[in-house]
């Protein structure tokens, strides 16, 4: 089962600049294994992540099968305002899975 | 030895497979790894041609890597990040993987500092390349050489 792991602190000053932390359980098959019957297996990986802040996209990445399996991905933004984070992660085969974390901006 | 045990296994068992259906075994190649030919077009797909200059960029890999499954990286920009002046994409790629990406990451004014993580696979000792665009049109680039000793991507499912 897909399962997000999230870390955002749950207050900030306003202006500070909060790191975000996002682990998303995922094999990333990347397309370029062989069975030993020589058969490919075929790709299955995250293509896109995007975090949104009270609906605002602030950081998106482009995956690619280079990136390993698990995808953990930090980055950083700028506390403005109470509210949510939102985060998307978008696959092959349909994948789609979200989560969400809340702050508290004093 | 052990990897050319599992070639020979392989082949005798394609062979075996091959002459009990009858038919010519249809040897799938791998694909061949990215040169450094795609390495520059990769990189040219980003910049549009332009001029990518040395510095600013700080890429961290450890230089040895024992499995090339998955290898810690981060990438900082010095550089501001106010709405006039700031980071907007950072664009990871490597020499010898089958595909020359590892990703691009898009940030903006408000991410505050021009700094991500994320954990990669290196198929081979190799040349990593992280370039980042800036909001005046701009592009710095740092270059890692990394050894990697277990590599990673191409290798058998058993």
Redesign the interface.
């Known amino acids: 089962m897909p399962s997000a792991l999230i870390n955002v602190p749950t207050k900030a000053k306003r202006g500070d600049i909060i790191e975000i932390k996002t682990l998303m359980s995922h094999i990333m098959e990347t397309g370029f294994r062989h069975t030993a019957t020589g058969e490919v297996i075929p790709r299955d990986i995250i293509t896109s992540f995007a975090c949104r802040y009270n609906g605002e996209e602030v950081f998106r990445v482009d995956l690619f099968p280079a990136i390993a399996a698990n995808p953990f991905i930090t980055f950083f933004t700028t506390a403005t305002a109470s509210g949510k984070f939102e985060f998307e992660w978008i696959g092959d085969n349909g994948f789609s899975e979200t989560a969400s974390a809340s702050i508290s901006v004093e | 030895m052990q990897q050319a045990n ?1 070639t020979r ?2 082949f005798l ?2 062979a075996g ?1 091959a002459a009990v259906l009858g038919a010519v ?4 190649v ?2 061949a790894e990215a040169t450094p030919a795609e390495l520059a077009s990769a990189i040219r797909n980003v910049t549009g041609g332009a001029v990518v200059k040395t510095g600013k960029v700080k890429l961290d890999v450890p230089p040895l890597v024992e499995n090339g ?3 810690p990286m981060t990438v900082s920009v010095a550089n501001p990040m106010a709405p006039e002046d700031h980071v907007k994409s950072i664009h990871v790629f ?1 020499e010898k ?3 020359p ?8 004014p ?4 021009a ?8 198929a081979d000792s190799q040349k990593i390349v992280a370039i980042a665009k800036l909001s005046d049109g701009s592009y710095w680039s740092a270059t890692v050489e990394v050894i990697v000793t277990l590599a ?7």
């Open positions: 599992s296994r392989q068992g394609l497979g075994p249809i040897v799938t791998r694909p499954n998955t290898v490597n993987n089958p595909q990406n590892i990703g691009n990451f898009h940030l903006g408000h991410s505050g500092r700094q991500v993580s994320t954990r990669i696979r290196l990673a991507c191409t290798e058998e499912v058993i």
